[in-house]
């Protein structure tokens, strides 16, 4: 005899009915069991990938909105993410027009930096390779994984231990975190390099430094609101707890003399070279 709920997948390409009726009109991702309409991983991933190519289905007025309100209104580019988990069964992003943007952002603020440091062309060719697969995918990869997996293991419910943080989403949250560090770090902090931050005055080392607690701050509070929202998590003001230490560095480095923005610039420069 046939159950009601049927969990095995079926032919039929409508099957929102039920998935509604499970979620019960709650944003929050229902059992893979019981979700008819769900993608692997991988073809999730086929999905994006090949959108990449597809400039004229990207929604690139979309991705600018939300990278403005990732300054001003962060929470309202979360809010987006419910939308979609509630219209495509998926927290994460199926549009690559944030990430499209994100790496012209890169390749613009590199040529300042280039500028800057005064390197050569292949010296900007590799800064720019760097800056992409290592700071900004690389070490995504690495705090999207972690953050996924101390998710999932120490911050879900109880009462939603079928349901997980999808990993996609904990990149999106990386990405949302990482374009206003790099508007600060990579764009702003270029305006006043060569003309105050880069002196052994005191007032140097005082506004370089602010700009990496302000930058990595931001990053960490971003980061929170993205957890934050998931209505399956619980304690994620652990998150935060990262400022505390933040704040204590940048008033040991002002209080010993070390310039940040000086190491980090002479980092930048002495390994593309």
């Given at each position: 005899m046939q159950t009601k709920y049927?969990?095995?997948p079926v032919p039929s390409r409508s099957p929102s009915s039920l998935s509604n009726n499970l979620r019960g009109g709650s944003p929050l991702p229902v059992p893979v069991a019981y979700r008819l309409d769900c993608m692997t991983a991988a073809a999730k991933r086929y999905k994006y990938?090949?959108?990449?190519?597809?400039?004229?289905?990207?929604?690139?007025e979309f991705a600018s909105w939300q990278m403005l309100y990732l300054f001003i209104a962060p929470q309202k580019v979360y809010r987006n993410f419910h939308y979609r988990k509630q219209?495509?069964?998926?927290?994460?992003?199926?549009?690559?027009?944030?990430?499209?943007?994100?790496?012209?952002?890169?390749?613009?603020?590199s040529v300042g930096f280039a500028l800057v440091l005064r390197l050569g062309f292949w010296g900007f060719v590799k800064f720019l390779l760097y800056v992409i697969f290592v700071d900004c995918i690389g070490v995504g990869l690495l705090i999207a994984t972690l953050f996924w997996f101390i998710s999932n293991k120490y911050l879900i419910k109880p009462s939603c231990q079928d349901q997980d943080v999808e990993w996609g989403y904990a990149f999106d949250v990386h990405l949302n975190a990482f374009f206003p560090l790099l508007i600060i770090l990579h764009v702003f902090q270029l305006f006043?390099?060569?003309?105050?931050?880069?002196?052994?005055?005191?007032?140097?080392?005082?506004?370089?430094?602010?700009?990496?607690?302000?930058?990595?701050?931001?990053?960490?509070?971003?980061?929170?609101?993205?957890?934050?929202?998931?209505?399956?998590?619980?304690?994620?003001h652990i998150l935060l707890y990262p400022l505390t230490t933040l704040l204590l560095v940048y008033v040991v480095t002002v209080a010993i003399g070390w310039n940040v923005s000086q190491t980090v610039m002479d980092f930048y420069k002495y390994r593309v070279l």
């Open positions: 049927q969990t095995s990938l090949r959108r990449l190519i597809k400039f004229q289905q990207m929604d690139f219209t495509k069964s998926q927290f994460a992003r199926d549009d690559p027009a944030f990430l499209v943007l994100l790496s012209i952002w890169l390749c613009a603020s006043f390099y060569d003309v105050l931050i880069n002196h052994e005055w005191f007032v140097s080392r005082l506004f370089g430094n602010f700009l990496w607690l302000i930058a990595l701050g931001y990053y960490i509070y971003v980061t929170f609101l993205g957890y934050s929202c998931l209505p399956i998590l619980h304690r994620t």
